[in-house]
C-alpha cells in the first residue's frame, strides 16, 4: 500500500492574490449595487411582492449575518417605489352607534386636509349656528308660534274656568297641574272647611267637581298636544334654519369630493347630526357643555363636539409609492393599533379621537417587515396576524382591561387592508411552523432562502471588492488597497471553512472593515492594507480568547495531560472545537482504550458517566460494526472494550472521534503503540471509510499551538479526512510550518491509512481466507482476538 500524501503548504490555504484587482483603492471603484450570491432568495420575494393573489406573503431564511433583513428591505423599497401610493385612513364617530366607530378612506395625503377643513366648519358652525337662531327673522317666527300655543291654550282655560264656575268651582293652577277648587263665600274652600260643610252639601260639590274633572283632563291633554305641536314646529323651524346653515358649508365639500361615495356618506351622516344637535353649538357658544375632558359620548360632562371630529389614522401626505415598514417591536399594539383611554371618575373612557393605527394598518397597500422570533415573543400577535391576512380585515380592539378601573368598551368596524407581510426567521423555527401551524403554509406560500456563501470566483472576487468600496462610503471608512481588499476575501474564504467558497453573512465582514479602519486611523495611514486588516483579527480575538489562553496554559503546564511526541499503546490524541462566544477554537483530547478477555461488549465510557450526546453515542454503535465486519468474521468477539476521553468533565457529542477511537481500540489490540505527535480528527463508517467533519481548521490550528507550546520535533501533523482538504484555510503561521517541514498534514481516506501513518506499519489486508498477515497491525490484533477466543473456549470445556 502506497505511503498517503502529505499535503504541501500550498494546499492548506487559498491565497487571494493583490494582483487580482485593477484599481489603487477601493474609492476608485463603483460601489456595489447588486446582491451577491443571492439568486434564489431575490427571485422568491420578487415573485412574493409581484403575487397579488391571497396567501402569497413571504418568509425569509437564513443564518444571521447574510443580509436577509437588509435586502428584503431594499427589493421591498425598490419593489413599492414602482407602486401606486394607497389611501389615508381616517377615523370618524358613528352617530348612530358611538361604540362602533368605521374608517374611511380617501386619497393619499389628502386625510390630514379634510380633517382640518372639518374643523374649520364646526369651528364657523360654533359662530354661525347661534347667530343663525338668533336672527330677528328666526325669532320673529319662533315667536308666532308660541303666540299661537298661547292664545290656544289660553282659550282652553278660559272654557274650562267658564265651566267651572258654573258648578261654583275653580281653576286651581299647581306645579302638579290644574285642580278644581270649590268656592265657598266668595273664597276657595280649604280642606278643613270642605269638611266642616253638611254632608248633603259636600256631596252636591263633589258631583261638580267630577262633571268639571272629566273636561279638566280632556283640557290638560290637549294643552299637552299643543305643546308637543309646539316644540316639533320650533324644531322643525330650527331645524331648516340649521339645515340652511349647515349646507351652505358643508356643499362645498360635497361638491369637492364628489367621487369619494364613503367621504360623501359620512358628510351626510354628519349634517344629520349637526342639523339634529344645533342646541349643543348654542351652548357651546354661551360656555356651557366645558366639563372635564372625557371623550366621546362615551361619559359624562365634556366638550361634545369632538364628536365632530376627523381622527387621521394614517396620513400619507409624505408617502412616494407603497409604503414599506420595517416592525422592529411588534407588539400587539404597535402592529394592530391600540385605543387610548383616559381615567375619569373610576372608569376608563374612550372615543373613536383615541383610536391609533398600528403598523399593518400603517403598511396597508405595501409591505410590512417583521423578525418573526420577536412575533412570536409578544402574546397574541401570531393569531392576530394570521386572522387579519386570512380575512384580508383589521380589528382594533382593546386588550383585558386592568382590574381596577372600569373600562367602557370601543369596538371600531372592521377596516379592510391589503397587505405583503415578509417575516424573517431561522430554519428551525420555520419547519416549527410548517409542521406545527396548520395555517402557515395557507398564509406564507413563498419562502425566500438566503445562502450564507457563494461560489469563489474572478466575477465574486471583484464584487466583494466593489462591496467593501460601497461600505467604505456609507459608513465614512479609509479606503482599502489591493492587499487589504485580497485579505478581507480571505477572510471570507476562511469563514465559510471552504476554499472554493466566499462567506455572504457580510454582517461579520461589516465588524472587520469597521475594525480595520480604526486600526489604520490609529496608526495615522490613509488607507487600509493587509497588516491593519491582520491586526483587526489578531485584537478581535485576543478580546475574545481569554479562555482559550487559559486551556492553553493548562497544556503548557501540564495540568491537562497530553505528550505530543513517542509513542504509546491504547492511547490517541482527538482534536474537538469549543464555540465560546463569537469564537470557536480547537484543542487535543486524550482518547485511551482498554481491551481484555470478556463479553462482547464496547464500553463508551462518556456514556455511562451521562457525558455522551446521541451522535457520539451512535460513533461508538458504528465503530463497533466496523469492528465486527474487520475481525469477527471468522470467531466472534470474546472481549470487552473500554474507550475514555481523559480529563473530559462536560458532555462529548458529535462523530468525528470515531476515528481516533478506532486507532485507539485497535491500538490496544494489536499491541503497537501509536505516535503522540500525531492527532487525529475524523469520522468512519461501518466500512471503515473516513467521512469529514467539522471545524477542521479549529482542530489543526488547536494542535498546532499546543505543539509549539511544547516544543517541535519535526514529526508532528494532523490526520484529517481527505474529504475536508477543500475547507482548508489554516492561519499563515500553520502553512510556513509545513513548508518549512516542523508540521504535517495527512489526508486519509480509510482507517488503513490511518493506521499506517500513526504507527508506521501497514494495517493489512486480508488473504482470501480472511487471515491479515502476521506483521501487520490487523494481523497482531487477529492474533489476540483469537487468543482470547481459545481461552474462552477452554474456560466454557473445562470440567
Not at 50 to 78: C, Q
Not at 122 to 128: E, F, G, I, S, T
Not at 421 to 431: A, D, P, S
Amino acid at each position: 500500500m502506497a505511503d498517503p500524501r502529505e499535503l504541501a503548504a500550498a494546499d492548506l490555504r487559498c491565497a487571494c492574490d493583490a494582483d487580482l484587482f485593477d484599481f489603487t483603492t477601493t474609492a476608485e471603484l463603483e460601489p456595489l449595487d447588486e446582491v451577491i450570491g443571492q439568486q434564489r432568495a431575490v427571485q422568491a420575494i420578487a415573485f412574493g411582492l409581484e403575487m397579488a393573489s391571497p396567501g402569497y406573503n413571504i418568509f425569509v431564511t437564513g443564518r444571521d449575518g447574510t443580509g436577509k433583513s437588509t435586502i428584503s428591505r431594499d427589493l421591498s423599497r425598490r419593489f413599492a417605489a414602482n407602486r401606486p401610493t394607497p389611501d389615508d385612513w381616517l377615523m370618524v364617530n358613528n352617530f348612530k352607534d358611538e361604540y362602533r366607530p368605521r374608517a374611511i378612506r380617501m386619497p393619499a395625503g389628502q386625510g390630514a386636509f379634510f380633517a382640518r377643513k372639518i374643523s374649520r366648519v364646526v369651528q364657523d358652525l360654533k359662530v354661525a349656528l347661534p347667530n343663525a337662531l338668533e336672527n330677528e327673522s328666526y325669532l320673529e317666527r319662533k315667536g308666532h308660534l308660541e303666540k299661537d300655543y298661547s292664545e290656544k291654550r289660553a282659550r282652553l282655560l278660559d272654557q274650562l274656568e267658564k265651566l267651572a264656575a258654573a258648578h261654583g268651582l275653580q281653576i286651581s293652577r299647581t306645579p302638579s297641574g290644574f285642580i278644581p277648587v270649590p268656592i265657598i263665600d266668595g273664597k276657595p274652600a280649604t280642606q278643613e272647611t270642605f269638611h266642616q260643610l253638611p254632608e248633603e252639601k259636600r256631596e252636591g260639590i263633589e258631583r261638580s267637581i267630577a262633571a268639571v274633572q272629566t273636561e279638566l283632563e280632556s283640557t290638560g291633554k290637549e294643552i299637552g298636544r299643543l305643546k308637543q305641536a309646539l316644540q316639533n314646529e320650533i324644531e322643525k323651524l330650527t331645524a331648516e334654519v340649521a339645515s340652511f346653515v349647515v349646507g351652505n358649508r358643508l356643499s362645498i365639500l360635497k361638491e369637492e369630493y364628489r367621487g369619494l361615495a364613503g367621504i360623501l356618506g359620512f358628510l351626510d351622516e354628519l349634517q344629520q347630526d349637526i342639523v339634529e344637535n344645533a342646541a349643543l353649538f348654542a351652548s357651546e357658544a354661551a360656555g356651557e357643555g366645558q366639563g372635564p375632558q372625557a371623550p366621546g359620548g362615551l361619559s359624562g360632562p365634556r366638550n361634545d363636539l369632538v364628536r365632530y371630529d376627523v381622527n387621521v389614522l394614517v396620513d400619507r401626505c409624505t408617502t412616494r409609492g407603497a409604503p414599506v415598514i420595517f416592525e422592529s417591536n411588534p407588539t400587539y399594539q404597535n402592529l394592530f393599533g391600540r385605543i387610548e383611554k383616559q381615567a375619569l371618575m373610576g372608569t376608563l373612557a374612550s372615543d373613536f379621537s383615541m383610536v391609533k393605527a398600528g403598523s399593518l394598518l400603517t403598511a396597508d397597500g405595501g409591505t410590512l417587515i417583521m423578525e418573526m422570533e420577536q412575533v412570536l415573543l409578544n402574546a397574541h400577535v401570531w393569531d392576530g396576524l394570521k386572522r387579519a391576512l386570512q380575512n384580508k380585515q383589521l380589528h382594533i380592539e382593546d386588550l383585558a382591561a386592568g382590574p381596577l378601573l372600569g373600562s367602557v368598551g370601543l369596538r371600531p368596524a372592521p377596516i379592510p387592508i391589503d397587505v405583503k407581510v415578509i417575516l424573517l426567521g431561522g430554519y428551525e423555527l420555520f419547519q416549527a411552523l410548517q409542521d406545527n401551524d396548520s395555517k402557515f403554509n395557507k398564509l406564507f406560500k413563498v419562502r425566500a432562502d438566503f445562502d450564507d456563501e457563494v461560489e469563489r470566483s474572478a466575477l465574486t472576487v471583484q464584487l466583494y471588492a466593489r462591496f467593501i468600496a460601497r461600505v467604505c462610503r456609507e459608513e465614512q471608512l479609509l479606503p482599502f488597497t489591493p492587499d487589504g481588499a485580497a485579505a478581507i476575501v480571505e477572510y471570507g474564504q476562511k469563514a465559510t471553512a471552504n476554499k472554493r467558497k466566499l462567506s455572504l453573512r457580510f454582517g461579520q465582514v461589516i465588524g472587520v472593515l469597521k475594525e480595520a479602519d480604526y486600526w489604520a486611523r490609529r496608526k495615522g495611514v490613509e488607507t487600509v492594507t493587509d497588516s491593519e486588516v491582520v491586526k483587526a483579527f489578531s485584537e478581535f480575538r485576543f478580546r475574545n480568547n481569554l479562555y482559550e489562553e487559559k486551556i492553553r496554559e493548562a497544556y503548557a503546564d501540564g495540568t491537562i495531560l497530553i505528550d505530543v511526541s513517542g509513542a504509546a499503546v491504547g492511547q490517541v490524541n482527538g482534536l474537538a472545537v469549543h464555540q465560546i462566544g463569537e469564537i470557536s477554537f480547537g484543542r487535543p483530547a486524550r482518547i485511551t482504550a482498554e481491551t481484555y478477555l470478556g463479553a462482547p461488549n464496547v464500553i463508551n465510557v462518556e456514556r455511562e458517566a451521562d457525558l455522551s450526546g446521541r451522535t457520539h453515542d451512535k460513533g461508538i454503535l458504528i465503530l463497533s460494526g466496523y469492528l465486527g465486519r474487520t475481525f469477527a468474521q471468522r470467531y466472534p468477539f470474546s472481549l470487552t472494550i473500554s474507550v475514555a476521553f481523559e480529563q473530559s468533565y462536560a458532555g462529548v457529542d458529535g462523530d468525528s472521534a470515531s476515528s481516533a477511537e478506532l486507532f485507539a481500540i485497535i491500538s490496544s489490540l494489536s499491541d503497537v503503540p501509536m505516535k503522540q505527535g500525531i492527532a487525529v480528527t475524523g469520522s468512519v463508517n461501518q466500512k471503515g471509510r473516513i467521512q469529514s467533519i467539522g471545524g477542521v481548521n479549529q482542530k489543526i490550528e488547536g494542535f498546532f499551538e499546543v505543539c509549539q507550546s511544547k516544543g517541535f520535533t519535526g514529526d508532528q501533523g494532523v490526520v484529517i479526512p481527505a474529504g475536508n482538504v477543500h475547507n482548508l484555510m489554516l492561519k499563515r503561521a500553520v502553512v510556513d510550518a509545513v513548508r518549512e517541514g516542523r508540521f504535517h498534514i495527512y489526508p486519509i481516506h480509510t482507517a488503513s491509512e490511518g493506521i499506517a501513518i500513526l504507527t508506521g506499519m501497514p494495517a493489512g489486508e486480508p488473504n482470501r481466507f480472511g487471515t491479515y498477515p502476521a506483521a501487520t497491525v490487523y494481523g497482531r490484533a487477529q492474533k489476540k482476538l483469537k487468543q482470547y477466543f481459545d481461552r474462552t473456549q477452554k474456560q466454557r470445556n473445562a470440567p
